[in-house]
């Protein structure tokens, strides 16, 4: 067998083509590659029902990030790597300060006066309504709103009978 070979133009710069190509190839399949991570990774956290910020803390960066190489690489990590763990193994959250910690529903919104946090002092400020400690043995104790209905924006209001016939919340009612 006899084999021939023969080089048309530059050997060195149809070589330096190859490689330019190969940087780019890798740099962009590392990168889509990295990018589809996260958006699984996303997926799986707001998939649980721990909500969109958490899943928005999970970030990707590419190296280098200009420019292209044939050794780029992608990582994707969690900027709350903590709060991740916590839900992964099922930890006990306890409160920072006291003995109960207040969890809000859905219809108790998510902010109080003046934008801040809601709290159940909060709570009662804005709507008007005392909440009742329910301790149930072996099990989370509860804080509940009796007079209390939910408006069309979906958060927890004084109910008609509690309002009266304008509408208004009556303000804290002596216990």
Known sequence: MKLDVHIDGDLSASL??????????VTVGVARTGEAL????????TGAGLGRRLANAIRANRYPRSGE????????FS???????????????RSKHGLWLA??????GTRGVGRARITPGGWE???GLRLRFVFR????????????RVNVRGLATASAAVAGATGCSPGPRPW
């Open 16 to 25: 330096e083509a190859e490689i330019v190509a190969a940087e780019k190839a």
């Open 38 to 45: 996260k958006a699984a990774w996303r997926a799986q956290v």
């Open 69 to 76: 190489s044939i050794s780029a690489a992608s990582l994707v």
């Open 79 to 93: 900027r709350a790597a903590e709060i991740t763990d916590a839900f992964d193994r099922g930890v006990l959250i």
């Open 103 to 108: 969890i809000p529903t859905a219809e108790a």
């Open 125 to 127: 400020r804005r709507t």
């Open 137 to 148: 043995r072996g099990r989370p104790s509860l804080l509940v709103a009796d007079d209390a």
